[in-house]
């Protein structure tokens, strides 16, 4: 197959990745400022887009982590083909669409290194993993980054809510009031997550690209990546975000643990210290794992309020199968390429079909802005039953204001 067109297949498919990135992390920003009423979720989704878009042209850190360091592209005579390139990109993909169907809010940065992983694994083999980095700069922080984050939301939350009753330890209605300012907090708080979602995951993607024209022989190894290439994924991700994640958003705002302004604040605060740390590491850092973990301190961190440990050990499952899952469709795709174009074209046409399938199935359970915090399927958490005004009610609301 033509290397040119091959090469331009795999930049459409890498961008398809980063849209799906997209709507796959919005959660991680906006998922508890749209559950405590901080803001609208249609707002905060285009708020989200706009910031993701932003962040993608602060930083290339992460991106020369992936193009320079994760496959050891150039040395030992190991040479980085596009046909693989592609095959891990599959897997990513795939995995992306599953645990979007079914609202769970994994790691897509996971899915891209174990698709890569597989692909390279099965097309060079197994010495063509740079394994000091995976560990350094991908396990370690998949570990430790949501305890981290997890612990300064836990504080943040327990700080927070002390202050705020030290000024009224009794009446329910000011104290309300009190804690109430956290929803204004709260926008700030996303919006920074949501900028610093952009400075770390649409590099991954910037990576992917610059590592295929590497692979193309249209740019010399160890470089970074060029500015269309910053601009393309930028645009890709904005628009993603855009689109939402609304079963994602609904497992992650009430999934979880049933979450208030302060402790949205917390969680937010933590997730964004995070991540911008990170991205000025170079960690191809979760932002979901950091997110999620960021929640669950804050749920913990919350007198009176339990974390819905059946859903968190949910989503654990979707980290733990992410990388192995995601490896072995990587894996199965680089032997089917191997047998040439027309392995290709059938896997370009399996994946769109397995796409086009999961969206029209999840038509049939449709979630979206109206509904994505009210609904009881985000991992059979949230039961409560939306009721009707009556003429009754609404009068005696309008005593209650």
Known sequence: MDITFMVALVIALALFFDFTNGFHDTANAMATPIATGAIKPKTAVALAAVLNLVGAFLSTEVAKTISGGLIRE????IHITPDIIFAGLMGAVLWNMVTWLKGLPSSSSHALFGGLIGAAVVGIG?????????????ILPAIFAPLIAGLVAYICTRLAYALTSRHDPETGDKLTQKRGGFRTGQIFTSSLVALAHGTNDAQKTMGIITLVLIAGGTQAPGSGPQFWVIAACAFAIAIGTYAGGWRIIRTMGSG???????QGFSAETSTASAILASSHLGFALSTTQVA???VIGSGLGRKGTSVRWGTAGKIA????????ASAIVGALT????????????IAAVVGTAAVLFMFVVSRKSHVGHHNAVEVEEAGH???FR??????????????RR
Do not use: Y
């Open 334 to 345: 680089a032997l089917l390429v191997s047998i040439g174009v027309v392995g290709v074209i």
């Open 256 to 262: 979880l643990t049933e979450v208030k302004p302060a």
């Open 317 to 324: 499952l979707g980290w733990l199968f992410t990388l192995p």
């Open 292 to 294: 999620s973990g960021s």
């Open 126 to 138: 197994l010495h063509s993993i740079n394994f000091e980095t995976v560990l350094q700069k991908v």
């Open 386 to 399: 939306k009721k009707k005004k009556t003429r009754k009610t609404t009068q005696n609301e309008d005593v």
């Open 381 to 383: 958490a949230v039961r």
């Open 74 to 77: 150039g040395s030992d005579g």
